[in-house]
């Protein structure tokens, strides 16, 4: 970065030192030496701020779950009012006031068709979570046969073990695929192909063969994330639960990266017009943005059937699992004002967020090199046609000059912004992605031709 001679900036001794003692995620660290982290001092708002004063518009969430932005004021003060009460006390043989409140309220968000809510403290925990009560509490009703999972094509749930064998995105399953557990992998739904129907007659095909086997179907609801903000039409969600009810299978809807209002919604699944309490999933889970992106949190609700097969005396049909900090009193307080939030009216004002977006990033569907613009509520996403080696990191790095922060997926440019979107900051995020695109498509051109990126990010 600079020579031994010369003193370091703040900014470059916090790249080396972080390159050199810290294991960074989704990175191939060999890469982190060429192109190391950008440091950052601190965030406000949307914005985040590096060590030379530098700022960038968090247009990611900072992986999603940074609901309000940085150092919200309503959030802080919810978790500095719980610190000095209770931060923390162990909610086996326990229980204290937020995580009870958290928990009522999610299945009041239900209409009571879901609750028991078990808490975790991240996405794969909660993933992992689900299946293990799917499986077991088949095997408390005497029909332990029924031991496969189904996930969808490109799906995305997880990195550890459970969750990465109904994850099919090659680049994190492969170098583990001999210790997983064997999973159907099925056709997966995606407006840009208009297949719902199809994918609909697969899940069928497979349920026919080996419903008595199978405990559980695990999907993303609307949005497959990791794949390349791959949407898909409701009617899917509503014909897949008439599908799992019709096959006695569980199904698991995996909202913890679009629920929190990130399509519309508060759960993703309410696209789906639950009527009735046999509309919902039997399993749904949540984290990310649950905390606003201010503690570790995720959560499992599921219905009162599921419960009631772990009803018992004897300890061996008992849900045993945990994790040390399972429902955390600063993170449940950090959830319940991200939930007061939702309940004075976010989802209006989010309705008209999107709108901004929409407005503002209508004119790249006519660009060149833009394929398939699409939204759904706060999050937007187009592909590049021919996006060229390293597209990802190379638009990432050219962003920043615009006082952006984005990662694509591959080819697949996307924002999912904190909640604080009003014109001037819609015209702001348009102007910056066409800059960026234009420069970065530029110098693609002007080199020889380059294959198209294979890369894959999470985030």
Request: hydrophobic letters at 45%; one cysteine or more.
């Amino acid at each position: 970065m600079t020579s031994s001679s010369t003193p370091l900036t703040p900014q470059q001794d916090w790249q080396r030192r972080s390159v050199a003692a810290v294991w960074h995620p989704c990175t191939q660290m060999a890469r982190a030496e060429v192109v190391p982290p950008l440091p950052i001092a601190r965030g406000a708002g949307p914005w985040l701020y590096d060590y030379e004063g530098r700022r960038y518009f968090d247009a990611n969430s900072s992986w999603w779950v940074n609901l309000f932005g940085h150092a919200d004021a309503g959030l802080n003060a919810a978790i500095k009012a719980q610190l000095d009460t209770l931060p923390h006390v162990m909610l086996a043989g326990c229980t204290h006031a937020p995580a009870v409140r958290l928990a009522e309220r999610l299945s009041a968000r239900t209409g009571g068709a879901l609750g028991h809510v078990f808490f975790g403290s991240d996405g794969a925990s909660a993933v992992e979570i689900a299946l293990k009560q799917s499986f077991h509490s088949w095997r408390n009703r005497g029909r332990a046969e029924k031991r496969e999972f189904v996930c969808l094509k490109n799906g995305y749930h997880g990195e550890t073990i459970g969750a990465l064998a109904v994850t099919d995105v090659k680049v994190f399953r492969d170098a583990y695929d001999p210790l997983l557990m064997r999973a159907h992998i099925v056709e997966s739904p995606d407006a840009r192909l208009g297949n719902e129907a199809a994918a609909l007659a697969a899940m069928r095909a497979l349920l026919s063969e080996r419903g008595a086997h199978i405990a559980a179907v695990i999907i993303e609801p609307l949005v497959q994330g990791a794949a390349g903000m791959v949407m898909y039409e409701a009617a899917y969600l509503r014909g897949l639960r008439a599908l799992c009810t019709e096959f006695e299978v569980h199904l698991i809807v995996d909202e913890i990266a679009m629920g929190c209002g990130r399509t519309g919604t508060f759960f993703a699944w309410e696209h789906a017009q639950p009527a009735q309490a046999g509309d919902w999933p039997d399993f749904v889970t949540l984290s990310k943005g649950i905390t606003g992106g201010t503690m570790p949190l995720s959560l499992v609700l599921t219905t009162e059937a599921v419960y009631q097969a772990f009803w018992s005396e004897e300890v061996s049909r008992g849900f045993l699992h945990s994790h040390s900090y399972t429902g955390n009193a600063l993170a449940c307080a950090a959830a319940n004002a991200v939930l007061d939030r939702f309940d004075a009216g976010q989802l209006q004002v989010n309705a008209e967020q999107a709108q901004l977006l929409k407005q503002a990033f209508a004119p790249l569907a006519s660009h060149p090199r833009v394929a398939h613009l699409r939204q759904q509520g706060m999050v937007l996403a187009f592909d590049v046609i021919e996006p060229g080696l390293r597209f990802a990191e190379r638009f990432h790095l050219a962003a920043r000059a615009h006082e952006l922060l984005i990662r694509p997926i591959g080819g697949t440019v996307y924002l999912m912004p904190p909640y604080l979107i009003d014109a001037e900051a819609a015209a702001f995020l348009a102007r910056a992605v066409r800059l960026t695109l234009d420069e970065v498509l530029s110098q693609s051109s002007e080199g020889s031709a380059q294959p198209v990126s294979k890369e894959v990010h999470v985030a």
